[in-house]
T-cell receptor, first 117, second 111 residues
């Protein structure tokens, strides 16, 4: 149980294009989903937290207009990198949580490797 | 000062060796602590939680020293399959709503 998928697993795009990454909880309902970014040899950095049906909460320094997050259902959240540039190339990982007091563990997706040319 | 600091390594050890990793955290109010394992180009996976009294899971032992804001992970009888990056993770809230990751310590177990 507690499986999270991401699609695509990798993507290469040209500078200036937009890329959408999907995060799905396959066997549980995720009231909260998290989006992280990891640059080579660096730690995972939380970008934003989204709750189903609400606007995402972005961490300091993360541009909400550039990284659009939608959490329209209890099993799906999307991250759209708008007008991507080479410096946006990174490993993007989502995680999902049921957000209950019983179990608030975050379950991670396999990640999406984005390369912007 | 980084919120969570780890020695990046790499630690190169032979099979069967015992190896220990340390981690320090800056937020004294942090509530929960974890060790995650991350293989190359993969997502992090929870290895174990860290409790104040110390806890063990097979060959892995985790310890927490709140006074020194220090967490450790001990791996006994290292296996080749233990080769990975070990991430120290701190949860300031205790609700898993905001995990802070260290940069990780790379372990390479050799024959």
């Amino acid at each position: 149980g507690a499986v999270v998928s991401q699609h695509p697993s990798w993507v290469i795009c040209k500078s200036g294009t937009s890329v959408k990454i999907e995060c799905r909880s396959l066997d549980f309902q995720a009231t909260t989903m998290f989006w992280y970014r990891q640059f080579p040899k660096q730690s995972l950095m939380l970008m934003a937290t989204s709750n189903e049906g609400s606007k995402a909460t972005y961490e300091q320094g993360v541009e909400k207009d550039k990284f659009l997050i939608n959490h329209a259902s209890l099993t799906l959240s999307t991250l759209t990198v708008t007008s991507a540039h080479p410096e946006d190339s990174s490993f993007y990982i989502c995680s999902a949580s049921t957000g209950t007091s019983f179990s608030n563990e975050q379950f991670f997706g396999p990640g999406t490797r984005l390369t912007v040319l | 000062r980084k919120e969570v600091e780890q020695d990046p390594g790499p630690f190169n050890v032979p099979e069967g060796a015992t190896v220990a990793f340390n981690c320090t955290y800056s937020n004294s109010a942090s509530q929960s602590f974890f060790w995650y394992r991350q293989d190359c180009r993969k997502e992090p996976k929870l290895l174990m939680s860290v409790y104040s009294s110390g806890n063990e899971d097979g060959r892995f032992t985790a310890q927490l020293n709140r006074a020194s804001q220090y967490i450790s992970l001990l791996i006994r009888d290292s296996k080749l399959s233990d080769s990975a990056t070990y991430l120290c993770v701190v949860d300031p809230t205790g609700t898993a709503s905001k995990l802070t990751f260290g940069t990780g310590t790379r372990l390479q177990v050799t024959l």
